[in-house]
């Protein structure tokens, strides 16, 4: 008989406790203990079986020189902004978790992926959506892909049993927190199944060398059960981000043991699909008319990739005490503080001004080298002067107006050069740094007050 015992997780780092409490002692969080029920003689069986730890009695240390290098093989995805995430494709045995809010697209990338994978077996595993869902949503695709299963199903061991039967070479789960084991007594998606059908995954993965893809949902305040108490089992974290409302989807690894974490795949979700964006640049930048006040272009940094960016601001007279002051896609706190370095260093009065900040595209940015270009769009609105079409921007502003030096100015100011733009401003204080390799004319300025002077006057 299954001795049942009852145990109660957080919700949010997944720790245990053998009775409720209010707060988390670990991460802190309060009121997130679940009581759920956990089947103890299986929890036994799997001890005694010697799941968590293998003891293999002849193991021996060995040089790490005659350990054999294991050769990674790599499964081409067809996809480049997913290929640059995984660190070149997928890595045989290997578990992925793909997280992201709901509706970001999480099941649009992976049907577009399976369905690209033209000549290899994929299996498709949906427990959100029937197959009727999942078919239309791939005639919206419009891609054919004969080896294509999907399948219908919430539990593991008839997952693991159909997979056998079919030998796919890659299996996609959507998603984790509909999937049960038979092992765990509570309801799916709470921490100890989400844990226990990862765990159980796992293991399949390293045994049968199919890679898996997780889809987990994570909500706004990240309170779900899972990817959080996943990441250290999984092999990659990739994260699906964005804004519903814009059509830019940035793909970023959060971790990765088979390659780097600062890597970012860009797509545009389209009628067909997530179009992979390969120039961001450009799309970013098209929109544009050069006559108009209160725009400037940064060159920014997104983990490994430099692209420019758009940042625009609106200074008008306020009507009301208080003068308002709101950022979309960058934060408010340090407008309020670039604002200040205006007003104090450089003479300009924003008392009684509203101040609004937009990065186009609905993008977030948090690369400190686009303060300079968010100050010349503020002035440039401020005054009523437009900056020049051909002008980009690439430094930190500090307290006392410092124009201050930014990582890889190298990549920022290239990408600028090949998109055409004829000057950019950076920081005088970026050393070691060789101008004569770019035709586009690189100004070094070390203070606002000079940037000001030289763009209006
Ligand atoms: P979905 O993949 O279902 O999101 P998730 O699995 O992360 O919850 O996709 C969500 C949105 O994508 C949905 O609102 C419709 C939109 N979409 C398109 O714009 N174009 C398309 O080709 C498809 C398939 C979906
Ligand atoms: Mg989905």
Redesign the pocket.
């Given at each position: 008989m299954a001795k049942l015992k009852s145990v109660y997780f957080c919700q949010s780092c997944g720790n245990q406790s053998p009775k409720w409490i209010g707060k988390c002692p670990v991460c802190g969080e309060w009121n997130t203990y679940v009581e759920e029920v956990v089947d103890k003689t299986e929890e036994k069986l799997k001890e005694k079986k010697g799941y968590s730890v293998k003891r293999n009695e002849e193991a021996k240390p060995i040089p790490i020189k005659e350990v054999h290098e294991l050769e990674t093989r790599r499964i081409d995805t067809h996809d480049t902004e997913l290929n640059r995430v995984l660190g070149g494709g997928i890595v045989l045995g290997s578990l992925i978790l793909i997280g992201?809010e709901?509706?970001?697209?999480?099941?649009?990338l992976m049907l577009q992926v399976a369905l690209k994978l033209k000549g290899i077996k994929i299996l498709y595993v949906t427990g959100e959506e029937s197959d009727r869902q999942i078919k239309l949503?791939a005639d919206?695709?419009g891609i054919k892909n004969e080896n294509c299963y999907i399948l219908t199903e919430t539990n593991t061991q008839a997952i693991f049993k159909q997979a056998e039967e079919l030998a796919p070479d890659i299996i996609i789960i959507d998603s984790i927190q509909t999937l049960h084991t038979v092992y765990v007594e509570s309801p799916p998606g709470s921490v100890s199944q989400v844990r226990e059908c990862t765990a159980e995954l796992q293991r399949y993965s390293k045994e049968t060398s199919i890679p898996i893809f997780l889809?987990g949902h994570i909500t706004k305040d990240g309170m779900i059960a899972g990817p959080k108490v996943l990441e250290h089992i999984v092999d990659t974290v990739l994260q699906f981000e964005g804004d519903r409302n814009y059509t830019y989807r940035i793909l970023r690894t959060i971790k990765n043991r088979f390659g780097s974490t600062s890597e970012i795949g860009i797509y545009e979700?389209?009628?067909?699909?997530l179009r992979p964006v390969i120039n961001p640049s450009e799309i970013l930048l098209t929109q544009r008319d050069d006559d108009l006040s209160g725009i400037a272009i940064a060159s920014m940094m997104e983990g490994m990739r430099p692209f420019l960016i758009e940042t625009q601001a609106l200074v008008t007279p306020a009507f009301y005490g208080t003068p308002q002051r709101s950022s979309t896609g960058f934060d408010a706190r340090r407008l309020n503080m670039l604002l200040a370095v205006l007003e104090k260093r450089a003479g300009f009065r924003f008392g009684t001004k509203d101040a609004f900040l937009n990065i186009a595209g609905g993008l977030r940015v948090e690369d400190p080298a686009i303060d300079l270009a968010v100050m010349a769009a503020l002035a440039s609105s401020y005054n009523d002067i437009f900056v020049p079409g051909k002008i980009a921007f690439a430094a930190e502003v500090g307290l006392s107006g410092e124009v201050r030096a930014v990582s890889k100015i190298d990549q920022r100011v290239s990408e600028a050069d090949k998109l055409g733009f004829e000057k950019i401003y950076i920081s005088k204080f970026n050393q070691k740094f060789d101008a004569k390799k770019f035709n586009i004319e690189v100004v070094n300025i070390s203070r606002v007050q000079q940037l000001m002077e030289e763009l209006f006057g």
């Open positions: 992201g709901p509706g970001i697209g999480k099941s649009t949503r919206r695709i889809i979700m389209i009628g067909d699909g």
